[in-house]
């Protein structure tokens, strides 16, 4: 059984950066997606970004070029770096894993694919 352990949120103001981690433990696999997902108040919950075990990344559009997702298999943990953040990033982060088996099309990162869910991690971006 996986789990997984997210740490890194916090409350910034508008443009800084802030870095998320998920820490990954239990009987993982060489088959694996991870991915950050969103959820605002009031909103649905949205993949971010995710990776794959040969090191593909996907991103949504709304954080191309502000977000990086990246892991360390030595540490097993995966990372969210996210740059120049704006009020609308404000929300629950959580970090989600699919492991053992490929997820079809996973760059579309759909929830109902990932099987294994952290507790989550709260952003705030202040204006």
């Known amino acids: 059984q996986v789990q997984l352990v997210e740490s890194g949120g916090g409350s910034v103001q508008s443009g800084e950066p802030l870095s998320l981690s998920c820490a990954v433990s239990?009987?993982?696999?060489?088959?694996?997606?991870i991915a950050w997902f969103r959820q605002a108040p009031g909103k649905e919950r949205e993949g971010v970004a995710g990776?794959?075990?040969?090191?593909?990344?996907t991103y949504a559009d709304s954080v191309k070029g502000r977000f990086t997702i990246s892991q360390d298999n030595a540490k097993n943990t995966v990372s969210l770096r996210m740059n120049s953040l704006k009020p609308e990033d404000t929300a629950m982060y959580y970090c989600?894993?699919?492991?053992?088996?490929?997820?079809?099309?996973?760059?579309?990162?759909?929830?109902?694919?990932?099987?294994?869910w952290g507790q989550g991690t709260q952003v705030t971006v202040s204006s």
């Open positions: 239990g009987d993982t696999t060489s088959n694996y997606c």
């Open positions: 989600a894993g699919q492991f053992g088996k490929v997820i079809p099309a996973w760059w579309t990162l759909i929830e109902a694919d990932f099987g294994t």
């Open positions: 990776i794959i075990n040969d090191g593909s990344t």
